[in-house]
């Protein structure tokens, strides 16, 4: 199964924007790149995701490379309330797998 | 709002025991899904099921099975619990199994088997 890499944790200062990469090399042409994020003692939350183009949405934006083979998910402000673990996902219909996720820190 | 309940928040067993996690989805959804967390591990799936009495096996399907009597209803088992079953367990839902579909998580299960 295609497989994602992480950077283990990554700080960012409150106001400042953060961009979180992934690098997704066995990327199949049919998987959809997600992201989901887990704020302490809850499950994971759905964040953005795309396939080719670059997305937005009102939490965040999602770059993908031209050839596919990394991504990076930028939040525009960080808030203190953005603190949690990034996931980055490569889903095929119910074939999909979670990496070990990148801790952000917020500092105020 | 879609919502997913796990049973317990925290549940403490000993070696041996037969051990029921339930989760429960209020929206209609096709596919639910259990995971395991672990420390350096992130999530991996245990099992998966896209309609009722249908399951599949994900990742690490030794030593656990599952049962889906009723669509809003997955239940994992663990036959006969190890300490190495110590962990955190997540239940998901979907709306079907396309790719662009959303995940819906619940709160967790934190299980310690002593």
């Known amino acids: 199964d295609a497989k994602t890499t992480q950077p283990n944790s990554m700080e960012s200062n409150e106001e400042e924007p953060v961009h979180l990469p992934c690098n997704h090399s066995?990327?199949?042409?049919?998987?959809?790149i997600h992201w989901y994020r887990q704020l302490p003692s809850q499950g994971p939350e759905y964040v953005i995701h795309?396939?080719?183009s670059n997305v937005n949405n009102r939490m965040a934006s999602l770059a993908i490379a031209e050839d596919r083979k990394s991504s990076t998910l930028i939040l525009h402000r960080a808030t203190l309330r953005d603190a949690a673990v990034y996931y980055c996902i490569l889903i095929n219909f119910n074939k999909f797998y979670f990496g070990s996720g990148t801790k952000l820190n917020v500092k105020p | 709002d879609v919502k997913v309940t796990q049973s317990s928040r925290y549940l403490v067993k000993r070696t041996g025991e037969k051990v029921f996690l339930e989760c429960v989805q209020d929206?209609?959804?096709?596919?639910m899904f259990w995971y395991r967390q672990d420390p350096g591990l992130g999530l991996r799936l245990i099992y998966f099921s896209y309609d009722v009495k249908m399951k599949e096996k994900g990742d690490i399907p030794e030593g656990y099975s599952v049962s889906r009597e009723k669509k809003e209803r997955f239940s994992l088992i663990l036959e006969s619990a190890s300490t190495n079953q110590t962990s955190m367990y997540l239940c998901a839902s979907s709306s079907t199994g396309a790719s662009t579909d959303t995940q819906y998580f619940g709160p967790g299960t934190r299980l310690t088997v002593l």
């Open positions: 795309g396939l080719t």
């Open positions: 066995t990327i199949s042409g049919t998987d959809y």
């Open positions: 929206m209609d959804h096709e596919n």
